[in-house]
Structures are given as structure tokens and as C-alpha cells.
């Protein structure tokens, strides 16, 4: 079956630096579109950042453009979210997430979090 396996996050001091990884397994990882959301308490899950199958293009939420970077290894079926000069509103959980259309269908896999905190 479709797995999505999160690692990587921790306490950081605010402007330091994390990078999360989630690595696939049980399905064709360069055909999915790659994206990493998160979710703080009290809050709605949000997109962070996105990458498309190949690689080719990204998307960013605002909140982290410029501090935050999206990339993958299809090789490694794994997909990286670099982030850097971290702010306590930051802190969540954050989310892998694996999407592709099909011809009848949409295939949507999630991982199960990890915990990034951002504190002093």
C-alpha cells in the first residue's frame, strides 16, 4: 500500500534552520505532484509548498516565500522542504502530501506529520 513517511522535524531557535523529508513508497513517485502542508492549533491545514512530478515548477505560500524551498529526488522517491530563518509562527505540524488525476479518478495519499517547533 501507499505510504508517505515524514522526518526531520524538531525545536529550532526562531531564525534557525530545519529540513523535513518525506520519503514514498508503493507507488510511482515521479508521477505524483508533491506538496507539504501544515497544520498550527487551532488553525485549518494549510498548502505550504508544491512541486510538480518532474520537478520543474514550485509553489509557495506566501507566509514562506523566500525562506522556505520545495525540492525532490525521484531517484529516492523522497521530497525535501528546506526551511530557513524560522519564526514561531511557524510552528505546526507539517504534512506530506502525494496527488495525481487519473482518467476516472484523483489518487491523494497524506503522510502521518511531523512536529516542527519554533521556540527560545
Known amino acids: 500500500q501507499v505510504q508517505l513517511v515524514e522526518s526531520g522535524g524538531g525545536l529550532v531557535q526562531p531564525g534557525g534552520s530545519l529540513r523535513v523529508s518525506c520519503a514514498a513508497s508503493?507507488?510511482?513517485?515521479?508521477?505524483?505532484?508533491m506538496s507539504w502542508y501544515r497544520q498550527a492549533p487551532g488553525k485549518e491545514r494549510e498548502l505550504v509548498a508544491a512541486?510538480?512530478?518532474?520537478?520543474?515548477?514550485?509553489n509557495y505560500a506566501d507566509s514562506v516565500k523566500g525562506r522556505f524551498t520545495i525540492s525532490r529526488d525521484n531517484a529516492k522517491k523522497t521530497v525535501y522542504l528546506q526551511m530557513n530563518s524560522l519564526k514561531p509562527e511557524d510552528t505546526a505540524v507539517y504534512y506530506c502530501?502525494?496527488?495525481?488525476?487519473?482518467?476516472?479518478?484523483?489518487?491523494?495519499?497524506w503522510g502521518q506529520g511531523t512536529q516542527v517547533t519554533v521556540s527560545s
Open positions: 508503493g507507488l510511482t513517485f515521479s508521477n505524483y505532484a
Open positions: 502530501n502525494a496527488f495525481r488525476e487519473g482518467l476516472v479518478r484523483t489518487y491523494d495519499y
Open positions: 512541486i510538480t512530478s518532474a520537478g520543474g515548477s514550485t
